[in-house]
């Protein structure tokens, strides 16, 4: 989650994501302001690149608005790619989408997730190489926990996450939690799974608290494009100071219709298809 990103897929806003406000179901804020959301994305794109990112773009616009939000359809491993089947309706389908693109880039798939499992790749991450956290969410269940456990290598840890608000706007494991560094993360203690605390304060994580001020304003969504320097959404100042404080290079850009409206952030609208582990 936080070795130094090589490549990565993003799917630029389409006329799908134009349409998002118009099906209550997909959850959007407001109308979208499709022209705007083009240059904010150009601008994030711009702004990976710049920081030696190899990007990807998936072109592809026959899915929902959500495919925006290119993390939650799929998970990479060291072995491949293994396709998820999310527990939001409207999503389904992304993951075929995905399949063909790593079919195309010679990456290979190593399994999916078959009805009636479902996991979103946003209840999903690695703690470190040998410790894939999973959150047990209104979006992933148990069935499809048990898949997802068959087909990784790793040491996988389940936390069940509360109900919040419920199905409407549902709360990802990521939504809590984000690793900067290999012995620091974000976090949103107040909704933070207590096991996931303990297994942070025996594993030597420094958790770093959002305020309560910035987690609407998506603070804890945070993406590591290397150990100790990220990305985060512009209006979170007081989390952007908190991780100055720890030495931490911060990059922000402008997401009102990206990520605002449709409640992603930053690491949403990635898939990380290889980052480098050292000695590589």
Same mark, same amino acid.
């Given at each position: =989650?936080?070795?130094p990103?090589?490549?990565?897929?993003?799917h630029?806003? $389409?006329? &799908?994501?134009? &349409?998002?406000?118009?099906?209550?179901?997909?959850?959007?804020? +407001?109308?979208?302001?499709?022209?705007l959301?083009?240059?904010?994305?150009?601008?994030?794109?711009?702004?990976?690149?710049?920081?030696?990112?190899n /990007?990807?773009?998936?072109e592809?616009?026959?899915?929902?608005?959500?495919? /925006?939000?290119?993390y939650?359809? *799929?998970?990479?491993?060291?072995?491949?790619?293994?396709?998820?089947?999310?527990?939001?309706?409207t999503r389904?389908?992304?993951?075929?989408v995905? &399949?063909v693109?790593?079919?195309q880039?010679?990456?290979?798939i190593?399994?999916? #997730?078959?009805?009636?499992?479902? @996991?979103?790749?946003?209840?999903?991450?690695?703690?470190?190489?040998?410790t894939?956290?999973v959150?047990?969410t209104?979006?992933?269940?148990?069935? $499809? #926990?048990d898949q %997802?456990?068959?087909?990784v290598d790793?040491?996988v840890?389940?936390f069940? =996450?509360?109900?919040d608000?419920?199905?409407?706007?549902?709360? +990802?494991?990521?939504?809590?939690? *984000?690793?900067?560094?290999?012995?620091?993360?974000v976090?949103?203690?107040?909704?933070?799974?207590?096991?996931?605390?303990?297994?942070?304060?025996?594993r $030597?994580?420094?958790l /770093?608290? #959002?305020p309560?001020?910035? /987690?609407g304003?998506?603070?804890c969504?945070?993406l &590591?494009?290397?150990?100790?320097v @990220?990305?985060?959404?512009?209006?979170?100042?007081?989390?952007?100071?908190?991780?100055?404080?720890?030495?931490?290079?911060?990059?922000?850009?402008?997401?009102?219709?990206i990520?605002?409206?449709?409640?992603?952030?930053?690491?949403? %609208?990635?898939?990380? #298809?290889?980052?480098?582990?050292?000695?590589?």
């Amino acid at each position: =989650m936080v070795a130094p990103l090589r490549e990565v897929l993003v799917h630029q806003p $389409g006329s &799908a994501f134009a &349409a998002a406000f118009d099906e209550p179901a997909h959850g959007y804020r +407001h109308p979208v302001d499709v022209d705007l959301a083009r240059k904010e994305h150009a601008a994030f794109v711009e702004l990976l690149e710049s920081l030696n990112v190899n /990007i990807h773009l998936l072109e592809d616009d026959v899915t929902g608005p959500d495919a /925006i939000y290119q993390y939650d359809p *799929s998970l990479v491993t060291n072995r491949g790619a293994i396709l998820l089947r999310s527990g939001k309706p409207t999503r389904r389908g992304e993951e075929d989408v995905q &399949a063909v693109w790593y079919e195309q880039n010679g990456v290979p798939i190593v399994g999916r #997730i078959e009805a009636p499992g479902t @996991v979103d790749g946003g209840d999903v991450f690695w703690l470190d190489e040998e410790t894939l956290c999973v959150g047990r969410t209104l979006r992933t269940n148990g069935d $499809g #926990i048990d898949q %997802l456990t068959a087909l990784v290598d790793e040491k996988v840890h389940v936390f069940d =996450m509360p109900y919040d608000a419920g199905p409407d706007e549902c709360l +990802h494991l990521l939504s809590v939690i *984000s690793p900067v560094s290999d012995r620091l993360a974000v976090a949103e203690l107040e909704r933070l799974p207590v096991g996931l605390y303990q297994l942070c304060v025996e594993r $030597g994580v420094e958790l /770093i608290p #959002i305020p309560a001020g910035e /987690i609407g304003s998506l603070g804890c969504n945070v993406l &590591a494009v290397r150990p100790g320097v @990220v990305v985060i959404l512009e209006g979170n100042p007081e989390t952007r100071r908190l991780l100055e404080t720890k030495g931490v290079e911060v990059h922000t850009f402008s997401g009102q219709e990206i990520c605002l409206n449709g409640s992603g952030g930053p690491t949403c %609208l990635t898939r990380p #298809i290889h980052r480098r582990k050292s000695g590589e």
